[in-house]
Nanobody, 125 residues
Framework: QVQLVESGGGLVQAGGSLRLSCAASGGSFSNYDMGWFQQAPGKEREFVAALSWTGRSTYYADSVKGRFSISRDNAKNTVYLQMNSLKPEDTAVYYC??????????????????WGQGTQVTVSS
């Protein structure tokens, strides 16, 4: 069973940056695809970014391309989401997710069985 713990959220002004971290335990981290999802108030949880288990393939929602970057450090069992040029519409709870390595459907939240508790990101205008 994989446990995921996010950190790094907070309040930031528009145009600023944050780096989210997700520490994994209880599984073979290097064998997992990792994803980040966001959920704004009153909205469904949506895909933000994903990283293949090899670390060689990355996927991003159109809304964050060029601003967000996902990476992983297998030695630390941690995945990161670097968020730059933040906008008020990025305000949401951000969730880390994991799944056994696959090769498709990175954007589909139903393909991820393991989830963290979420971390709040608030971007003020």
């Amino acid at each position: 069973q994989v446990q995921l713990v996010e950190s790094g959220g907070g309040l930031v002004q528009a145009g600023g940056s944050l780096r989210l971290s997700c520490a994994a335990s209880g599984g073979s981290f290097s064998n997992y695809d990792m994803g980040w999802f966001q959920q704004a108030p009153g909205k469904e949880r949506e895909f933000v970014a994903a990283l293949s288990w090899t670390g060689r393939s990355t996927y991003y929602a159109d809304s964050v391309k060029g601003r967000f970057s996902i990476s992983r450090d297998n030695a630390k069992n941690t995945v990161y989401l670097q968020m730059n040029s933040l906008k008020p519409e990025d305000t949401a709870v951000y969730y880390c997710a994991a799944r056994i390595a696959s090769y498709r459907d990175y954007e589909n939240l139903r393909r991820y069985p393991y989830w963290g508790q979420g971390t709040q990101v608030t971007v003020s205008s």
